[in-house]
């Protein structure tokens, strides 16, 4: 998925969809 980004880019993609995942945790969201 993110094959042709740089490690750091990768790092900072899955930092910021963990992120997204518990925002919406934390407001009760559960639209897996």
Known sequence: ???E???I???VA???YEV???QQESK???NV
């Open 1 to 3: 998925m993110f094959g």
């Open 5 to 7: 980004l740089p490690v």
């Open 9 to 11: 880019q990768q790092k």
């Open 14 to 16: 899955k930092y910021g």
């Open 20 to 22: 997204l995942l518990l």
């Open 28 to 30: 009760g969201v559960h």
